[in-house]
């Protein structure tokens, strides 16, 4: 409440710091008319006291302007020497390696002079946005020394009535994402995003649904094949009537391969692998969501699991069967409720995340959540550091099954995995002592916002098996961290690096 409170408060702030710039400009437009109004007196009158009054307020709007623009200087120059400063304690670069490192993001959000960020052609943007601005916006050329972008002169400031009304209706709509109480996808939105033809239109509101709506189950299992790719998004109705049968024919190939050398009962060397691969994948497979309505309405789904598994991990013998991989297959088979949709689906999202699925690569991964954690709460890196828990490799399995272990119930595991995939990396985060940048994606930071948010309880420990004890019992009840996640995602995402 008393974040809340502060909120409100700061708003409050900015609206009467609005108020008080527009009667500071009402009070120079007034004293422009009247200096007009005095030079027609003294063309008209050739009037002395005329001309005297003109002098006086001249001075005076002189005496209150100079300062102002001394302060601006000033500031200036502060920013840019701290720059020079902090350039070299960077973290953060692009990717490639040609473009140098930045400083934290932290330092970057006061510091970065606004001269240093690409702006568009002046002369381009105004031709191209001059037939769309609102009534009463002048263009104008004017480079504004404290935004450094193209400036409009602005209609008069919204009330403090209306800014409260939007501050407002801002924090009911986080507040009821954070409690999960979304609006509901219907089928009509769903339809209307496609042509006649099938194919889909608004690729934009797609992904805004699957990022801020519920869906119903018939509507999800339809989204998930375009999200994980096995539908294009540009196919129509008969495209996806190929796909269905192509995928179909193709998934009965893979599986044929290793039945048929399972069926040999030789001891030759891919006989073994299979034999191997099966063995691994039955002790994991009962054990998977067996209290789920999908396996336990029908047993055979399990063995539709198991065989799934299998295909996959002998078409992909660089990647081999990890433990845990059971548990996203499941995921996708009792969303989809299609043994071939599910499989090709997985297969896609593995393939695009197979560098995690080994030591080094879900390492990288880690090293980069200790970096962040590190920026956004020096204070908790340094504890879980003293705990030499800083290589975060307490929280690897979030990574691997997609925090879905770490859900309260298996509808809202769907629901964090699904905004978990659907918001591309962002931005890359050079980690230290190592020769590589990893790109940053969701579920880093929902790594971090989980921290975060437990941080009192983290900051309480004094020894690395309070951590892993801690670990065991989290549960996820509600959306407050995935949405704490989004925001720090969006902070780096529009960022002016």
């Known amino acids: 409440m008393d974040g809340f409170v502060n909120k409100f408060l700061s708003v409050l702030k900015v609206v009467t710091d609005d108020n008080k710039e527009d009667v500071d400009d009402k009070q120079e437009t007034d004293g422009l008319k009247e200096e007009k109004e005095v030079q027609n007196d003294v063309q008209e009158n050739g009037g002395k006291d005329a001309s005297r009054e003109l002098q006086l307020n001249t001075a005076g709007i002189r005496e209150e302007t100079e300062p102002v623009e001394s302060t601006q200087s000033g500031s200036s120059s502060n920013s840019s020497s701290n720059l020079q400063e902090d350039s070299s304690c960077s973290l953060l670069s692009y990717c490639p390696d040609d473009i140098p490192t930045l400083p934290r993001i932290e330092q970057c959000i006061d510091i970065v002079p606004i001269e240093d960020m690409p702006l568009p052609s002046p002369v381009s943007q105004l031709e191209s946005s001059t037939q769309s601005l609102e009534p009463g916006y002048t263009p104008s050329l004017a480079h504004s020394p404290s935004r450094g972008v193209l400036q409009r002169d602005r209609p008069p400031s919204p009330s403090l009535f209306d800014r409260s009304i939007e501050f407002f209706k801002r924090e009911f709509d986080s507040i009821r994402f954070s409690l999960g109480t979304r609006p509901v996808l219907t089928h009509e939105e769903w339809f209307n995003i496609f042509n006649a033809d099938g194919q889909m239109l608004d690729t934009e509101k797609f992904y805004s649904f699957l990022l801020d709506y519920d869906w119903p189950t018939e509507l999800l299992q339809e989204g998930w094949k375009y999200l994980f790719e096995y539908y ?258 969006d902070e780096w995402a529009n960022r002016n690096w």
């Not at 190929?242 to 024919?249: E, F, S």
């Not at 998934?251 to 040999?264: G, H, T």
């Not at 905004?419 to 929902?446: A, R, V, W």
């Open 232 to 489: 294009e998004t540009f196919s129509n109705h008969d495209e996806r009537v190929l796909v269905d049968k192509k995928k179909d024919a193709e998934l009965e190939n893979l599986m044929s391969a290793w039945s048929e050398i399972l069926e040999k009962e030789d001891e030759s060397e891919e006989n073994a692998r299979v034999k191997k691969l099966i063995y691994l994948i039955n002790k994991d497979v009962p054990r998977t969501d067996r209290d789920h309505s999908f396996y336990t309405s029908n047993p055979e789904n399990s063995s539709v699991l198991r065989d799934l598994l299998v295909t996959f991990c002998f078409a992909n013998p660089d990647i081999g069967y990890v433990q845990g991989m059971n548990e996203v297959l499941s995921l996708f088979l009792v969303t989809v409720e299609n043994k071939t949709a599910a499989y090709w689906g997985y297969s896609n999202y593995t393939l695009r995340n197979k560098l995690f699925f080994n030591s080094t690569g879900l390492m990288a991964k880690l090293n980069g959540v200790s970096e962040l954690l590190n920026i956004h709460d020096p204070e908790l890196y340094n504890k879980l550091r003293v705990l030499d828990c800083s290589n975060m490799l307490f929280c690897q399995r979030w990574i691997l099954l997609g925090f879905k272990r770490e859900c309260k119930t298996f509808e809202m595991a769907v629901k964090v995995f699904t905004i978990i995939n659907s918001l591309k990396p962002t931005h890359y985060i050079q980690l230290q002592g190592l020769g590589k940048c990893e790109l940053l994606s969701l579920d880093m930071f929902l790594v971090v916002a989980i921290l975060i948010s437990s941080r009192n309880t983290l900051l309480s420990f004094t020894d690395q098996t309070d951590v892993y004890q801690w670990t065991g019992k989290l549960k996820l009840s509600d959306m407050s961290a995935i949405s704490h996640a989004r925001q720090m995602y």
